[in-house]
């Protein structure tokens, strides 16, 4: 093979033997925040990409390590902007581990609804989202209004409109408000109606279908290889999912509810199923949650706690099943009020790894459109 000079556009002129790389980002409309894609092109196809992270790195993971029990949940509600309930969720569950806490019946179902209200509202994002990055304006439309429905719920209950801060350690902040159960059924039972505008509008789109099928086949054993989860995942047909194989929370006791979608095909479409189709059954779980807690009798959701919160000296791993995948936290202490270590676990970081194995072989054209089907927030690589 004859060897090839690089040259980098904008810079250098090209020849015949001459690879151009191209630079995507670090802040392109086709990414969700601010990556850099670096591909090597011979013509219109790809021949390497390298994604280039670092660029919202706020250093979190050490920042956990200067801040007491209570105060670390704020900062791992954000990494992954669009779930941070759920974010909040695997920091509580591992502290109340050390602990050997018990969490309230009733604030273990709340935490159950919550959860799945949230991962509605990230999975409608990348519903109206990814459309729009393939030239589809009109879905990502509908989409805000659902969020728009889902969210006045959870703000009613928490206070916030994206960053919920409603986990403490040993339950939640508080009970819910008078009336609220019934204002949630109603959100859901809203959203649930209208859900036909993604499997009609844009399932139904030959266009779309053209542009996403047979595009960006990831295979189950690069998903292995590369500890890919989520969605994503369960496109390319790896059937894993926490919160069936591994249940927390009350997902033991919704197996009858809980479906774990899969796909064979491993293309930008069937994950696109998959995350439609997952929307589908959290409203489903959402509303099994409701029926539970209308059948609970009043009580608390939260454990009185000392002023000063200390875990006892060890470690402990807590994952739980965000909506884009593996969140995990393992948490060290030696005892004192601020965790020793927490490292992050976090599923973008993963997922978008394996676009180095992903995009080389595929034209340029297709590239935003396996970009975006990776379903990631950045926040959540740059952590």
């Given at each position: 093979?004859?060897?090839?000079?690089?040259?980098?556009?904008?810079?250098?002129?090209?020849?015949?033997?001459?690879?151009?790389?191209?630079?995507?980002?670090?802040?392109?409309?086709?990414?969700?925040?601010?990556?850099?894609?670096?591909?090597?092109?011979?013509?219109?196809?790809?021949?390497?990409?390298?994604?280039?992270?670092?660029?919202?790195?706020?250093?979190?993971?050490?920042?956990?390590?200067?801040?007491?029990?209570?105060?670390?949940?704020?900062?791992?509600?954000?990494?992954?902007?669009?779930?941070?309930?759920?974010?909040e969720l695997g920091v509580v569950l591992a502290v109340e581990r050390m602990?050997?806490?018990?969490?309230?019946?009733?604030?273990?179902?709340?935490?159950?609804?919550?959860?799945?209200?949230?991962?509605?509202?990230?999975?409608?994002?990348?519903?109206?989202?990814?459309?729009?990055?393939?030239?589809?304006?009109?879905?990502?439309?509908?989409?805000?209004?659902?969020r728009e429905v889902i969210q006045n719920v959870m703000e009613e209950v928490?206070?916030?409109?994206?960053?919920?801060?409603?986990?403490?350690?040993?339950?939640?902040?508080?009970?819910?408000?008078?009336?609220?159960?019934?204002?949630?059924?109603?959100?859901?039972?809203?959203?649930?109606?209208?859900?036909?505008?993604?499997?009609?509008?844009?399932?139904?789109?030959?266009?779309?279908?053209?542009?996403?099928?047979?595009?960006?086949?990831?295979?189950?054993?690069?998903?292995?290889?590369?500890?890919?989860?989520?969605?994503?995942?369960?496109?390319?047909?790896?059937?894993?999912?926490?919160?069936?194989?591994?249940?927390?929370?009350?997902?033991?006791?919704?197996?009858?509810?809980?479906?774990?979608?899969?796909?064979?095909?491993?293309?930008?479409?069937?994950?696109?199923?998959?995350?439609?189709?997952?929307?589908?059954?959290?409203?489903?779980?959402?509303?099994?949650?409701?029926?539970?807690?209308?059948?609970?009798?009043?009580?608390?959701?939260?454990?009185?706690?000392?002023?000063?919160?200390?875990?006892?000296?060890?470690?402990?791993?807590?994952?739980?099943?965000?909506?884009?995948?593996?969140?995990?936290?393992?948490?060290?202490?030696?005892?004192?009020?601020?965790?020793?270590?927490?490292?992050?676990?976090?599923?973008?970081?993963?997922?978008?790894?394996?676009?180095?194995?992903?995009?080389?072989?595929?034209?340029?054209?297709?590239?935003?459109?396996?970009?975006?089907?990776?379903?990631?927030?950045?926040?959540?690589?740059?952590?």
């Amino acid at each position: 093979m004859t060897p090839t000079a690089e040259t980098t556009v904008g810079i250098g002129g090209a020849a015949e033997s001459t690879d151009m790389v191209l630079n995507i980002g670090p802040q392109h409309p086709s990414t969700h925040g601010v990556l850099r894609l670096r591909l090597v092109l011979d013509g219109e196809r790809i021949v390497r990409a390298e994604p280039v992270i670092g660029y919202m790195h706020r250093g979190a993971e050490k920042l956990f390590e200067a801040r007491d029990y209570r105060q670390i949940i704020m900062l791992a509600n954000r990494h992954d902007w669009l779930s941070a309930f759920s974010n909040e969720l695997g920091v509580v569950l591992a502290v109340e581990r050390m602990l050997g806490m018990e969490v309230p019946e009733r604030a273990v179902w709340t935490r159950t609804l919550l959860a799945e209200l949230n991962r509605v509202l990230n999975h409608l994002m990348f519903l109206g989202s990814y459309p729009l990055e393939l030239g589809g304006i009109t879905p990502v439309f509908y989409a805000f209004r659902e969020r728009e429905v889902i969210q006045n719920v959870m703000e009613e209950v928490s206070g916030g409109r994206v960053h919920y801060m409603f986990n403490r350690v040993g339950g939640l902040k508080e009970d819910l408000p008078a009336g609220w159960a019934a204002r949630a059924r109603a959100a859901v039972a809203a959203v649930r109606a209208r859900m036909d505008v993604f499997d009609d509008l844009v399932l139904g789109n030959e266009i779309f279908r053209g542009r996403t099928r047979g595009v960006g086949v990831l295979a189950p054993e690069t998903v292995h290889a590369y500890g890919v989860s989520g969605p994503v995942a369960r496109g390319s047909g790896v059937d894993f999912d926490l919160r069936r194989d591994e249940p927390y929370l009350a997902y033991g006791d919704l197996q009858d509810v809980l479906r774990v979608v899969t796909r064979a095909e491993g293309d930008c479409l069937a994950r696109f199923e998959v995350l439609l189709e997952q929307t589908h059954n959290a409203l489903d779980l959402a509303d099994a949650c409701l029926d539970r807690l209308a059948e609970l009798p009043p009580g608390p959701v939260n454990q009185r706690l000392p002023k000063v919160l200390k875990a006892p000296e060890g470690h402990t791993y807590a994952w739980t099943e965000n909506p884009l995948g593996l969140n995990g936290y393992y948490l060290v202490s030696k005892g004192e009020k601020t965790p020793y270590r927490l490292k992050l676990r976090s599923a973008s970081y993963n997922n978008i790894q394996v676009l180095t194995e992903l995009l080389p072989g595929t034209l340029v054209a297709d590239m935003v459109a396996i970009l975006g089907s990776m379903f990631f927030v950045v926040g959540d690589i740059d952590k």
